[in-house]
């Protein structure tokens, strides 16, 4: 039985509480958050649990075996820091921290202590981009062109990080996955208009090699929900709706096809195909308990996760190059 103390308990933090309190090989042990009115709900999911405003009391190994990151983004850093130097495995909610020498400083603890980093990149557990990933990887879309994915919303809004660190990690951990390759440029571009120090949306373009490319745009300023990803192939396209409840995958059997001669270069060069379009049934699991359940995994077994200390890293580099051309309007960056 691992002994699970979860640090937040704000929005997301109740959804990890349940999780774990529910899965049978864990039991949520401690819960910590620095509002009372939160820890009073908490008291409500877990009336026997131990609950505390001091950090200090929750991250005691003789209490808890296992903590869980759910506090804003800055926070991040400094709490797994101090988790994982007093040998605590750790499971920090996504984006790992808000620096590349921070996410290394992570790594690097949680090897020299020997213990498990795990960062919670959730679409990596979800059946719908496990599709996609047999989509690209099996090479039924063929050569991937590009991919565009659009995380848009009403809120919440952050203070702490502006919607690029929010709401993009997801977009560039899926894109990674699928592409199987570190960018090697980025721009991005955005408006910071509820607060002239937070961009509230903001648009960035990947650049790969080989001529392939990645656009995200992410906003928590518009009105309704989107969670949209279309990713074309030079056979297939794909598009990814995770706002349907059902069919949240549809394959396009259309592509652009040059003819076979021409007689002139005026002529004209290219003609649609339009074939079928099918929906692939997706296994219904909630993604959550799938990684909640591959923490405990790692954590038994000492195997790293498919969502690492590296994985973690790999998005703050590209969130950190991105930053840079943020804020100088948009320029290309090296990642
Ligand atoms: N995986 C996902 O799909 C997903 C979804 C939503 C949020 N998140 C992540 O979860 C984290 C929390 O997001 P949220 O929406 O729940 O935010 P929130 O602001 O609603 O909740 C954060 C909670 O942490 C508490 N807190 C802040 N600093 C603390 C500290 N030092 N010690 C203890 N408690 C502290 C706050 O009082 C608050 O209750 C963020 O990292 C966010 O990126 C992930």
Known sequence: MTRIGIIGSGYWGPNLIRNFQNLPESQVAAVCDLSSRRLNHARELLPDTFLTE????LLNPELIDAAVISTPTKTHYALAKQALERGLHTFVEKP?????????????????NGVILFVGHLFLYNAAVNKLKDLVSTGELGNLCYISSSRLNLGPIRQDVNALWDLAPHDIYIILELISETPVGVNCQGLAYLNSKVHDVCSLTLHFEHRRMATIHVSWLNPNKTRLMTVVGEKKMAIYDDMEPLEKIKIYDKRIEAPRYTDSFGEFQFSFRYGDTSCPWLEQSEPLKLECQHFL???????????????????????????????????????
Not at 54 to 57: C, F, I, M, P, Y
Not at 96 to 109: C, K, M, V, Y
Not at 308 to 334: C, P, R, W
């Open 54 to 57: 001091d950090v200090n009391e």
């Open 96 to 112: 790992l921290a808000t620096s590349a020498n921070q996410g290394q400083e992570l790594i690097d603890l949680a090897e020299k």
């Open 297 to 335: 995994d790692s954590v038994v077994s000492g195997e790293q996760p498919k969502t690492d200390g590296k994985n973690g890293l790999d998005v703050i580099k590209v969130l950190s190059a991105a930053s840079t051309s943020l804020h100088e309007q948009g320029g290309y960056v090296q990642v």
